[in-house]
């Protein structure tokens, strides 16, 4: 079955640490790919996706993703992080059936 | 533009009982999807509506059923109420439903099941 999979549940950073979430999906075929957020109090919200062309995905707030097919990844980077980065990040997977399967999310803290 | 509204925001009802959300996507999208989160689960997706027709649907049990109307509004029903269900569920526009385009999601209802 398709499936996407996020080992970090809580990951832990200062300000200015550089950051790296791993995504990654099981399936044989075409994918596309997702990553959103959920601040706090806030809704989800898309922060980037990749369909094709260019594996390397840059998205809002600087955020970028990068599709390693060989590996069946799509991590989330981010050189950089600040504290309003602390929120919850979705993985997420469309296996040519059009509806997305959720990663079960990992949640960010930055320590100012 | 306003977003995609949910209502009731929370909700508590008991086992058996049955229960109704809404969803009033983004003015101009015609699709709307509906999801289940839990602590256990995460997010999964429950169906998608599209012109008032279901155009997919996960793996749940057929006490979750759904229906859109012409204005594009959705809602989402589950009967038999179990305390499984108690969950936050989220509804997403879009458009026209491809999956190319940006799904924009609600606040979410929150449905605590005793």
């Known amino acids: 079955a398709q499936s996407v999979s996020q080992h970090n549940h809580h990951v832990i950073l200062s300000e200015a640490a550089s950051l790296e979430l791993g995504c990654n999906y099981s399936?044989?075929?075409?994918?596309?790919l997702f990553w959103y957020v959920q601040y706090p109090g806030q809704h989800l919200q898309l922060l980037l996706k990749?369909?094709?062309?260019?594996?390397l995905v840059k998205g809002i707030k600087g955020f970028e993703a990068e599709f390693i097919k060989s590996k069946f990844s799509f991590n989330l980077r981010k050189p950089s992080v600040q504290w309003s980065d602390t929120a919850e990040y979705f993985c997420?997977?469309?296996?040519?059936?059009?509806?997305?399967?959720f990663g079960t999310g990992t949640r960010l803290t930055i320590i100012p | 533009k306003a977003g995609v509204t949910q209502t009731p925001r929370y909700l508590i009802k008991t086992r058996g009982q049955q229960v109704t959300l809404s969803c009033s996507p983004i003015?101009?999208?015609?699709?709307v999807s509906w999801y289940q989160q839990t602590p256990g689960q995460g997010l999964q997706f429950l169906f998608e509506?599209?012109?008032?027709?279901?155009?997919n649907k996960g793996n749940f049990p057929g006490r979750f059923s759904g229906r859109q109307f012409s204005n594009s509004r959705s809602e989402m029903n589950v009967s038999t109420l179990e305390l499984g269900d108690s969950a936050l569920y989220l509804c997403?526009?879009?458009?026209?439903?491809?999956?190319?385009?940006?799904?924009?999601f609600g606040p979410g209802t929150r449905l605590l099941v005793l």
């Open positions: 997403a526009s879009r458009v026209s439903g491809l999956l190319q385009e940006t799904q924009y």
């Open positions: 990749y369909f094709s062309g260019d594996p």
């Open positions: 003015s101009g999208h015609r699709s």
């Open positions: 509506y599209f012109s008032e027709t279901q155009r």
């Open positions: 399936y044989g075929g075409t994918v596309n």
């Open positions: 997420a997977g469309d296996f040519g059936n059009e509806k997305l399967t």
